[in-house]
């Protein structure tokens, strides 16, 4: 029994070193810049959207830089926050995160150099992670996705 108990008390810790906690577990200070990165983030995807069917171009690229190095990894972020990051977020949510804003770095030079098609594709792909995303890591939030 003795035996068991000690099996179990090794596994959960092994699954809790695991298992990162996730968005839920992260401090109030960068909960909150996660937030107000998402917040903008969209703002600037609607910007974006009423650019692209205006053909302004120039706007995209900007918008499209800014989002790219609004990368919450990338930002002022204070060392003891950054670890936490990665302690408190799985490495997936991390990439997702880094693919996201690899993708507005496509859309922002495909906007550079007026290729309409890479422009709507790259939009689109953005589109798609922001839903990857929230349907995987953000359902707390975004109930109507669920399993
Ligand atoms: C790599 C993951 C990831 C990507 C990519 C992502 N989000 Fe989020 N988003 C989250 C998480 C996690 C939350 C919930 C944060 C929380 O609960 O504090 C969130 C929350 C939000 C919120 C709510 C913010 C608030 O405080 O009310 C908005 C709006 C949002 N995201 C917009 C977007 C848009 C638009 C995109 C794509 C253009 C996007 N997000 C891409 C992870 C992501």
């Known amino acids: 029994m003795k035996k068991i108990f000690l099996c179990l008390v090794v596994l959960t810790s092994l699954i809790a070193a695991e298992a990162p906690l996730g968005v839920n577990a992260l401090s109030v200070e960068v909960r909150t810049l996660l937030s107000q990165e998402m917040l903008s983030i969209e703002a600037s995807m609607q910007r974006i959207f009423s650019h692209i069917v205006a053909g302004e171009y120039e706007a995209i690229t900007r918008e499209a830089s800014n989002i790219q190095n609004s990368f919450i990894l990338k930002k002022e972020l204070k060392a003891s926050e950054r ?11 991390i990439d ?14 495909a906007a550079e150099f007026d290729e309409k098609e890479n422009v709507s594709k790259y939009y689109t792909q953005m589109t798609n992670k922001c839903v990857q995303c929230h349907s995987t890591y953000a359902k707390h939030r975004f109930e109507k996705f669920h399993d």
Do not use: I, W
């Open 83 to 93: 670890k936490e990051l990665h302690s408190k977020l799985s490495s997936a949510f």
């Open 96 to 109: 997702l995160d880094r693919s996201f804003h690899e993708t507005a770095g496509k859309l922002a030079n």
